[in-house]
C-alpha cells in the first residue's frame, strides 16, 4: 500500500514537470489561435478563435520553404558529421600513433571556441568559395563543429571488443571491412542516437545561417521566424502561429521516432 | 596488424572525402544569384547601364509596418530611378553590424547599409564606410543637408566629416493607456510634463485601477541606452565629456537614474524586463509607457480594440529642459566603385529626402526629419491632422540632443556593460544609485583605456 502511495506521488510530481515543460508549447498554440485584442488575456477562451495569424504569418513566411530547407541542411550535417567523426573515432581508436592523444584532444578541444570568434574565418572561407546563400556555404562551416560526434564515437568504438576486431583481422578483413561490415553495425544505436542530436543542434542554429544567406531562398526556421520581431514590437500572433507551422513536422517527426530520440540524449548525456 | 593503415582503407578514405566534396559542390551550384564570390564583381551593367546596389536594412523583410514601409522606399525609389535596382537584405538591429564586419573582411560590404547609433562606435572603429563627403556632390549635399534638422545629421558626424546620414530616427515617447487615465481620475489630454508628475499619476493608477503604474524602458536589451542618455541629458549632465571622460558617476547622472530605481521601490513601477512590460501595456495593464517612438506604428494596430492609446513628451526634471538623443539608425555607405557610389547616393539621398521621410514617417511611425514635410499638405500634413500621436515627440526634435559614442574599439561592450551591470540593477534590483555607478564607471574606464 505504502510502494503504491509513493509511486503515486512520483508520477504526480512527474506529471507536474511535465505539465511546465509542456505548458509554454501548448501556450503557444492556443496563443496563435487568439485575436490580437486578447491576445494577453490569461483566459484561453477569451474570444472565438482565429485563423488570421496563421493567414498573417503564411503571407510573410514561406513555411514549406524554410523547413524544407532546415532539413536538408540539418541532414546533410548530420550525415556528414557522423562519416567524418567516424572515421576519426576509427583512426583515434585503431591506430596507435605518436599524436594520438594529442589528436583527440585538440579535435575535442574545438568545442571550447565560442562560435562568434569563427564567424569572421567562416565567412571570409565560404565567401571566397562563392558558396554564400548556398546549401553548401550553410553545410561546411557546421560540419566542421564534431567536436561532440568525435567524442561520443571515440567513447563507444574504445569500448569495442578487441577480441571482435582480433578475430576478423585473422580472418583477412581489411579496416574498412571491419569499420563498415562489423564496427558501424553494432554501433548503430549509438550512431543513430549521435545523428540525431547533431540534426536538432543543426535545425536550431542561428548565427550562421543568418549571415549566410540573404532572402529566403535558403534561409532555415530559426532566421525566417525573425521576421516577426521587428523594431515596431514583437509581432506575437503571427509569430506562434508560425512557431506552431514550424514545429509540426518535428512533432510528427517525434512521434514515430519518440524512443530513438529519448534515447540519444539519455546516451549523449546533453540536453 | 591491426594498426597497420591499409591501401583499401586508404581508398576508402579517398572515397568517401570524395563523394563529400562532390557532394558540397554540387550543393554550391543551387545557390542563388545573389551568391558569389567576394572577388567576383556584382550583377550589374546588365547591358542597359543599369547598376545593382545592395542595401542592409534592419527593417526590410519583417513582418508589418517596418517591412512595409522599406519595401515602399525600395519600390517608389527604384520606379523613380529606372536605371539603377536595389537588392535589399533584411538583418536584425542587433546582428546587423557583424554581419557588414563579417562582410567587409571578405571584400564585400553591403553598398549601403542601415546601422543602429548605438553601433556608431564600432561602425567608426571597425567598418570601411565612405564619407558621404566623398559620394555625393559638395553642393548636392549642401542643399540636401539644408533642410534637415542640424542636430540629426549632427548625429553622423565624425571629425569633421559626415560618416554617416540619419534616417531611422526615434526619440523618447511617453505612451499612455487613456482609458486606465480616465478610470483613475487623470486627463489623458494634460498627460504628466515632469517624473514627479509622472510618478503621481503612475501610483493613482496603480491605487485606482489595480494596473501597473509607469514604465521606463531604459534597462532593456541593445539599443535602450539611448534613453539613459537622455534622462541624463535631461538632468543637466551628460555621459562623454568634450575629452571622452566618461561622466558616468556624476551628480547629475546619478540623480537620474535614481529615479528609475526610485519609481520602483514607490511601487510605481513594475520591477519587470522590457518584453515583460511592453506585454502589459499592450494587453491594457499599464498606464504609461516611457520607450522609443519607433514602437508606435506595432502599438497603433495592436492596442486596437484592446485601450485608447495616447503619446506625450518625455517628461522633464524638475528645474530642467528635456534634452532627449534619438535612438534608431543611420544610413552608411561601402561601396568603393565610383558608379554604385552615386548610386548609393542617389539612394541615401532619395531614403531621406521628401518623399522616404514621409513614408518613414507615415507608414512605419519614424521621425521625419525634415521640418518642412509637418505642415504640408502634399507631404505630411494631411496624415498628421488624422493622427497626431507623432507630433509630441516632434515638438521635441529642437531640443534634441546628439547620441554620444563612447570613445574606443570597446565602446559597444562598455554601453551593454554599463546598461546590464548599472542601469538595469539601479531600477530593477533595487542597487544603490550612487555606489553602483561609481563602481560600474570605474570598470567601464578601465573597458575604454581611460
Redesign the interface.
Known sequence: MRRVAARAVAHACLLLIAGAIAFPVLWTVVTSFKPTSVLYDANPFAAAPTLDHYQSALASLPVGRVVLNTALVSAAVAVGQLALATLAAFALTQYRFRARPAAFAALVGTALVPQPALIVPHYLMVSRLGLLDSYAGLVLPQLASLALAVFLLRQHMAAFPDELIEAAHVAGASNLTILLRIMVPNLRPVLSAVGIVVFIQTWNEYLWPLLATSGMDRATVQVGLRVFQTEQGQAWGPLMAAATLVALPLLIGYVFMQRRVTDAFLRSGID | ???R??A??R???AA?LAT?LA??????????A???????PADEDTGDDVVTITFES??Y???????EGTQRLIDEFEAAHPNIRIEP?????G?IH??V???A????PPDVAQIGWSKFGFVLENLPYVPLGEVAPVDELQAHLDGMYPAAVELGMHEDALAGLAY?VSTPTMFINADLFAEAGLDPQDPPSTWAEAEDAALAIADETGAQGIYVDAAGEAKSDFLTQSLINSNGGRLVGDDGSLHLDDPAAVEALSMLGDLTGSGAQPAVGE?EA???F????LGMLVSST??????A??T???FELETAGLPAFDGHDVAPTVSGAGLFVFADDPDKQAAAWDFVRFLTGDDGFTILASV??YLPLRPSLIDDPAYLGDFFAEDDRLLPTIEQLDSLVPYQVLPGENSQQAVEFIQDNAVAPIMISGADAESTLADVAQRARELLGQ
Open positions: 596488424m591491426r594498426h593503415h591499409t583499401s582503407f581508398a576508402g578514405v568517401v563529400a557532394a558540397v559542390a554540387a550543393c554550391g551550384d543551387t545557390g542563388t545573389g551568391s558569389q564570390a567576394a572577388d567576383e534592419y527593417n523583410g519583417t513582418d508589418g509596418v517596418g517591412g537584405t533584411g538583418t536584425p538591429a546582428e557583424t554581419s564586419h563579417a562582410q573582411a571578405a571584400g564585400n531611422s518584453a511592453i506585454a502589459i499592450e494587453s491594457g495593464q519607433a514602437l508606435l506604428g506595432g502599438f494596430s495592436s486596437e480594440g484592446v512605419i511611425g
